[in-house]
């Protein structure tokens, strides 16, 4: 489990093929405190530390991780929001976050209101019932508060602010339109549609 409070954002350093990608990735976290086996989001994304070393840990991405996150993250250069799992105790800051990516959503646009940003998504249309306003939502890993939804034929519109400091401490503040994200929805709301039959 995770909060989308990203605490580090880390750097693909390396990329090899074996069957699965493996992924070395550059960090600032400590990493005597961080044990093999043990789960880390990259950019919502819950992958197991298999390596590592004094700055730098390594993943595997299955294929199956590949096909349903987006493109562009699992290359070397790539820059990821980092989190650790959620530890008993740990003050629970965003949501409740799996790090199971639910849909591959678009930036539709990106404008500046104020000091903010207002970034508009466009998620599949199948879940456009889990996604509510003042709802959690998360993107990239990063928990986020949902502004407005808007259900089209086929795919829900829906907004998010970002504050500077989370533009800042994110890979969130780089969007641009056209740029395709990973989206996980409240898992409270994962829930209730499947208890109440809706398809997803």
């Known amino acids: 489990m995770f909060t989308g409070i990203i ?15 493996r992924l070395t990735i550059g960090t600032s ?7 093999l086996g043990a789960s880390i989001a990259c950019s919502g994304a819950c992958l197991t530390v298999v390596d590592k070393g004094e700055d730098w840990f390594a993943v595997d991405v299955s294929r199956e991780s590949e096909s349903r996150t987006a493109p ?31 849909a591959v ?11 903010s940003s207002t970034v508009t998504i466009e998620a599949p249309r199948e879940l456009g019932r889990a996604i509510a306003a003042k709802g959690s939502i998360a993107l990239d890993g990063v928990s986020l508060t949902v502004n407005t ?9 829906f907004t998010v602010n970002l504050i500077p400091h989370t533009a800042d401490k994110t890979t969130l503040g780089g969007l641009t339109s056209g740029r ?21």
């Open 72 to 102: 562009g993250l699992w290359v070397e250069g790539a820059r990821l929001n980092l989190e650790r799992a959620l530890r008993m105790g740990d003050e629970l800051g965003g949501h409740i976050v799996t790090g199971h990516v639910d």
């Open 105 to 115: 959503a678009t930036v539709a646009s990106v404008a500046e209101v104020g000091g």
């Open 29 to 35: 976290y400590d990493l005597s405190t961080v044990d």
């Open 180 to 200: 395709q994200v990973n989206l996980e929805i409240d898992v409270l709301a994962r829930y209730l549609q499947r208890m109440t039959g809706s398809k997803m």
């Open 7 to 21: 605490t580090d954002i880390g750097t693909v350093r390396s990329v090899e093929q074996r069957g699965d990608l």
């Open 149 to 157: 939804v808007e259900d089209e034929s086929d795919r829900t519109r």
